[in-house]
Structures are given as structure tokens and as C-alpha cells.
């Protein structure tokens, strides 16, 4: 990573100042309006306490959910605050119902050095998703510099993330988004070998891209999901009621060819009539999916070689569940590569979590202390597989 961080700034350059701080508080609520995985305001905690220790203002700016670029009160980031407030304690955490008005300014303003001001939703504003220019001066008036640990966001050229970091000088990365770029980038450019990569999902379409971009550079790419049902269509086998691409067909049958034995398929599948938990299920080989069913899950015998080709690596890339790990017994295959992935982990292999439905699967599992990384940006981290350049990364300071 070649831009500026948090930690290239002198402590005369933090104390007093108001750092305008992109996180990214995207996070699930309950009916009640509880955070139910705080899981992302725990990973941006410690650069807040980096710049509170030396006496920053800290003010926050986050989207929360599609609320259309105007206010709406399901998708205010004020219950959010509460948590915040809960893992910073002994620290003041305010919180402000407007973003780009003379009050949040002078809320910025009132702050005290060691305090934080959460702003609200920066997607009520009609002009952030556009990367409205004027609207990024105005949120350049919040702070006295800009710092990026929204990697989640970084894909997104929005007014908070791209055009603000333009507007106020120095922009800089926070310690979450230095880590994400740092883990992501090396297991890239210098990994430990074997590197296994584990791409899973529904859609072929959402994930070819990667797919290209990674099969120079592994040893293996293992391929789960319903997206291997693409591969299979590609192969001429019959793939019963199970989701297919048929306008990727032809594109998969390239990477076929192309691929060679670095591209593992399931070679069992788990198959159901129904999506549903008391569905009768069975085993079948990849060849023998029965015309009124559908994969839901990689098989037994897919399970027990992945997990062996996870074990056996050194550096280990996973994006995408399996099956449809929501609904048991389609988890299996998920939990396989996650419980994997935890003893790669143990023997001294490096691990990187992708983010969104992957994430979710490996907590759920419990195992999300023993792999090196979770991401916190799905979306962001395969457009950062995929080689494409990040907007919000490339708007900060170069080192």
C-alpha cells in the first residue's frame, strides 16, 4: 500500500484538530433498532482510539442501508451511536441528526479534543451517491483533515468517500483500511504457497471477474456455490432445477479450457427436490444430479478434498459459502472449508476471510478468531481480487 496513513501524521498534526473520519457503519439492526453484529465498529475502534489518545476531535460520517438519498428514520445511524458509545467507554460520543448543515459544523466545532460526533446518514443526502462536488466542499467544512477506514465503502465513489478526500487535505488511510490493503495486497503479490483460493456463491456472473484475475496466480481455485452448476451446464451434464447462468455457459467453457487442473470442481453434490431444512436430501455424483432436483450444497466427498486442500496451504483466499449455508443441512460444505481454513490458521497458514456472506459463515461457526483476516468489505474486496482500482483509495495521499 503506497498512501499516507494515520500513523504518518504527527501528534501536533491530531491534537485539537477535527478528523473527519469515513466509516462504515453499515450494520444489521433489529426490530427494535439494536445493532445485532457489531462486527464493523469493533474493527474501526482502533483508529478512533489512535486519534482520541492524541487528542483528536474525532466526527464520523457513515451510510447505513438505501434510503434513497433522502431522510428516513429506519435508517438513521442514531441507535448505531448508542453501541459506539458502548465500546468506547469513558469516552463522550455525541451524536448529530444533520450532516451537511451550519449545525453539524458548529457541532464539529463545539467538540471537545478526546470527544467523538457521530453525523447522521451520509445516503439521506442526494448528491453522495453522485459524488456531488458541492456537497463534498460542504462535508470538507466538518473536519480540519480527511482520514478513509470505510474499506467496506472504498469501491464506491461517493461524496464521502472519494470526493471529500479530495476536498480536505491531508486525506490519509485509518489502521482498518491500512490492514485490508496490506493483507489483501500481499497475499496477492508475494504469497506463501500453496495458495489455494476458495470462490463460492449463487452467481458465476458476479464472480468471473475474480476468477480470471486469481487463476495466475494460485496453485488451486476451488469453486462451491451454485455457481459451479454454470461449470457443470459448461461440461454438458445435467444440472436439474439448480441455478444456472445460461448466458455464462459459454464463458465458463473458455475458463474451462483455459484453466486446466488449477480449477477444482465439486465432484459430489448435495441435492434436495425443495429448499427447505426437512427436505429429503441425498448425495449424488456431479454426473447423476436427478432432473427434478436441484444442488444445494457440495457434497461429502467435495467437502473432505477441499478441506484437505485448505489444510495442505499456506496462504488461503475464500469468498463465497458452498451451499446455502442459511438453511441447514445445505451448510455443511461451508462449514467444512471454515473449520479448514481455522486449522490452516493453526499450522502457520495465512487467511483471508472476504467478507459478506463468507464472513457471516465463519462466525457463525464460531471460528472467526482463528483465521488471520475477516474482511469487513465483500463488494470492495473483489473488486480489489479483481485488480480494479478503488476510488476511495485512490483519492488519499501517496506516501
Same mark, same amino acid.
Given at each position: 500500500?503506497?498512501?499516507?496513513?494515520?500513523?504518518?501524521?504527527?501528534?501536533?498534526?491530531?491534537?485539537?484538530?477535527?478528523?473527519?473520519?469515513?466509516?462504515?457503519?453499515?450494520?444489521?439492526?433489529?426490530?427494535?433498532?439494536?445493532?445485532?453484529?457489531?462486527?464493523?465498529? *469493533?474493527?474501526? +475502534?482502533?483508529?478512533?482510539?489512535?486519534?482520541?489518545?492524541?487528542?483528536?476531535?474525532?466526527?464520523?460520517?457513515?451510510?447505513? #442501508?438505501?434510503?434513497?438519498?433522502?431522510?428516513? =428514520?429506519?435508517?438513521?445511524?442514531?441507535?448505531?451511536?448508542?453501541?459506539? &458509545?458502548?465500546?468506547?467507554?469513558?469516552?463522550?460520543? /455525541?451524536?448529530?441528526?444533520?450532516?451537511?448543515?451550519?449545525?453539524?459544523?458548529?457541532?464539529?466545532?463545539?467538540?471537545?479534543?478526546?470527544?467523538?460526533?457521530?453525523?447522521?446518514?451520509?445516503?439521506?443526502?442526494?448528491?453522495? /451517491?453522485?459524488?456531488?462536488?458541492?456537497?463534498?466542499? /460542504?462535508?470538507?467544512?466538518?473536519?480540519?483533515?480527511?482520514?478513509?477506514?470505510?474499506?467496506?465503502?472504498?469501491?464506491?465513489?461517493?461524496?464521502?468517500?472519494? #470526493?471529500?478526500?479530495?476536498?480536505?487535505?491531508?486525506?490519509?488511510? #485509518?489502521?482498518?483500511?491500512?490492514?485490508?490493503?496490506?493483507?489483501?495486497? *500481499?497475499?496477492?503479490?508475494?504469497?506463501?504457497?500453496?495458495?489455494?483460493?476458495?470462490?463460492?456463491?449463487?452467481?458465476?456472473?458476479?464472480?468471473?471477474?475474480?476468477?480470471?484475475?486469481?487463476?495466475?496466480? +494460485?496453485?488451486?481455485?476451488?469453486?462451491?456455490?451454485?455457481?459451479?452448476?454454470?461449470?457443470?451446464?459448461?461440461?454438458?451434464?445435467?444440472?436439474?432445477?439448480?441455478?444456472?447462468?445460461?448466458?455464462?455457459?459459454?464463458?465458463? *467453457?473458455?475458463?474451462?479450457?483455459?484453466?486446466?487442473?488449477?480449477?477444482?470442481?465439486?465432484?459430489?453434490?448435495? +441435492?434436495?427436490?425443495?429448499?427447505?431444512?426437512?427436505?429429503?436430501?441425498?448425495?449424488?455424483?456431479?454426473?447423476?444430479?436427478?432432473?427434478?432436483?436441484?444442488?444445494?450444497?457440495?457434497?461429502?466427498?467435495?467437502?473432505?478434498?477441499?478441506?484437505?486442500?485448505? *489444510?495442505?496451504?499456506?496462504?488461503?483466499?475464500?469468498?463465497?459459502?458452498?451451499? +446455502?449455508?442459511?438453511?441447514?443441512?445445505?451448510?455443511?460444505?461451508?462449514?467444512?472449508?471454515?473449520?479448514?481454513? &481455522?486449522?490452516?490458521?493453526?499450522?502457520?497458514?495465512?487467511?483471508?476471510?472476504?467478507?459478506?456472506?463468507?464472513?457471516?459463515?465463519?462466525?457463525?461457526?464460531?471460528?472467526?478468531?482463528?483465521?488471520?483476516?475477516?474482511?469487513? #468489505?465483500?463488494?470492495?474486496?473483489?473488486?480489489?481480487? /479483481?485488480?480494479?482500482?478503488?476510488?476511495?483509495? =485512490?483519492?488519499?495521499?501517496? =506516501?
Amino acid at each position: 500500500m503506497n498512501k499516507k496513513t494515520i500513523r504518518d501524521l504527527t501528534d501536533e498534526q491530531l491534537r485539537g484538530r477535527r478528523a473527519l473520519v469515513r466509516v462504515d457503519f453499515n450494520v444489521p439492526l433489529d426490530a427494535d433498532r439494536r445493532v445485532t453484529d457489531d462486527t464493523r465498529l *469493533r474493527a474501526a +475502534v482502533p483508529t478512533l482510539e489512535y486519534l482520541l489518545d492524541r487528542g483528536a476531535r474525532v466526527v464520523l460520517l457513515s451510510h447505513l #442501508g438505501r434510503p434513497k438519498g433522502a431522510p428516513d =428514520a429506519k435508517y438513521s445511524l442514531e441507535p448505531v451511536c448508542a453501541r459506539l &458509545a458502548e465500546l468506547l467507554p469513558g469516552r463522550p460520543v /455525541e451524536f448529530c441528526e444533520t450532516t451537511d448543515t451550519d449545525d453539524a459544523v458548529q457541532a464539529t466545532e463545539r467538540l471537545a479534543p478526546g470527544a467523538v460526533l457521530l453525523l447522521e446518514n451520509t445516503r439521506f443526502l442526494p448528491g453522495e /451517491e453522485t459524488n456531488d462536488q458541492r456537497l463534498a466542499r /460542504e462535508l470538507a467544512r466538518l473536519g480540519d483533515l480527511y482520514v478513509n477506514d470505510a474499506f467496506g465503502a472504498a469501491h464506491r465513489a461517493h461524496a464521502s468517500t472519494e #470526493g471529500v478526500a479530495r476536498a480536505l487535505p491531508p486525506a490519509v488511510a #485509518g489502521l482498518l483500511m491500512e490492514k485490508e490493503l496490506a493483507y489483501l495486497g *500481499r497475499a496477492l503479490a508475494e504469497p506463501q504457497r500453496p495458495f489455494v483460493a476458495v470462490l463460492g456463491g449463487s452467481k458465476i456472473s458476479g464472480k468471473i471477474d475474480v476468477v480470471e484475475a486469481l487463476l495466475p496466480k +494460485v496453485d488451486y481455485l476451488l469453486v462451491g456455490g451454485a455457481m459451479a452448476c454454470t461449470f457443470f451446464r459448461a461440461m454438458g451434464l445435467e444440472t436439474g432445477r439448480s441455478l444456472v447462468e445460461p448466458d455464462r455457459v459459454d464463458l465458463a *467453457r473458455e475458463v474451462l479450457a483455459r484453466a486446466g487442473d488449477k480449477l477444482v470442481l465439486p465432484s459430489d453434490a448435495t +441435492v434436495a427436490p425443495a429448499l427447505a431444512g426437512d427436505a429429503p436430501t441425498q448425495a449424488v455424483a456431479r454426473d447423476a444430479i436427478p432432473a427434478d432436483q436441484a444442488m444445494y450444497d457440495v457434497g461429502p466427498a467435495t467437502q473432505a478434498r477441499y478441506a484437505e486442500l485448505v *489444510r495442505a496451504a499456506r496462504t488461503v483466499l475464500w469468498n463465497g459459502p458452498m451451499g +446455502v449455508f442459511e438453511t441447514p443441512p445445505f451448510d455443511a460444505g461451508t462449514l467444512a472449508v471454515a473449520r479448514a481454513l &481455522a486449522d490452516a490458521t493453526d499450522a502457520g497458514a495465512t487467511t483471508i476471510v472476504g467478507g459478506g456472506d463468507s464472513a457471516a459463515a465463519v462466525a457463525q461457526a464460531g471460528l472467526d478468531a482463528r483465521v488471520t483476516h475477516v474482511s469487513t #468489505g465483500g463488494g470492495a474486496s473483489l473488486e480489489f481480487l /479483481e485488480g480494479k482500482t478503488l476510488p476511495g483509495v =485512490a483519492a488519499l495521499h501517496d =506516501a
